[in-house]
């Protein structure tokens, strides 16, 4: 039932960007009864391309670096996340962690913020040729997101939540 309360949440998760400008994941949005139609299905390379790894945040008011002294930290369950060293470091720092449902839909806005950087980054030519090139492209496209398009993404949390619990928890 939160509103307001979601603009207190710092979302935080890691992203990879490829040299190729592709970083080989396949993302679809397709509606019900679409799942093989061809204009649906990608036929891609399988092997890894040259790229870097990224960590952001995301707040209502900001982005990371970090800096924020009252915020509830936000990320998904996946095993890294979850791993006792990082669960004591949240201790050790007085970190509040919010409460995430292990197989939950990925309700988290940076996903979306992902999805605008890497936009803005297939709008760049020429290509990048090095990994630090690529590096300060990604920095450039992750401050150029204007911050009204993230309160936006907070905004939309009550009514992404909602769309789960009236689907018992699925998408």
Not at 139 to 144: D, I, L, R
Request: aromatic share 10%; charged share 20%; proline share 7%.
């Amino acid at each position: 039932m939160w509103a307001e309360e979601w603009n207190e949440v710092l979302f935080t998760d890691e992203s990879r960007f490829c040299l190729q400008h592709h970083d080989g994941r396949i993302r679809v949005r397709r509606h019900r009864g679409d799942r093989m139609l061809n204009c649906c299905v990608i036929h891609s390379h399988t092997g890894s391309a040259p790229g870097i790894t990224v960590w952001g945040g995301i707040g209502y008011h900001s982005r990371t670096p970090l800096g924020l002294a009252t915020v509830i930290f936000q990320q998904d369950n996946a095993r890294p996340h979850v791993s006792r060293i990082v669960q004591r470091f949240f201790v050790n720092y007085q970190i509040e962690l919010l409460p995430w449902p292990v197989r939950s839909p990925d309700l988290s806005p940076i996903e979306n913020m992902w999805s605008m950087v890497a936009q803005l980054l297939t709008q760049i030519t020429p290509p990048v040729a090095t990994p630090d090139q690529l590096w300060q492209r990604v920095e450039a496209a992750w401050s150029a997101v204007p911050q009204e398009y993230i309160q936006s993404l907070f905004e939309s949390m009550p009514r992404r939540v909602a769309a789960v619990k009236s689907n018992n928890g699925g998408y």
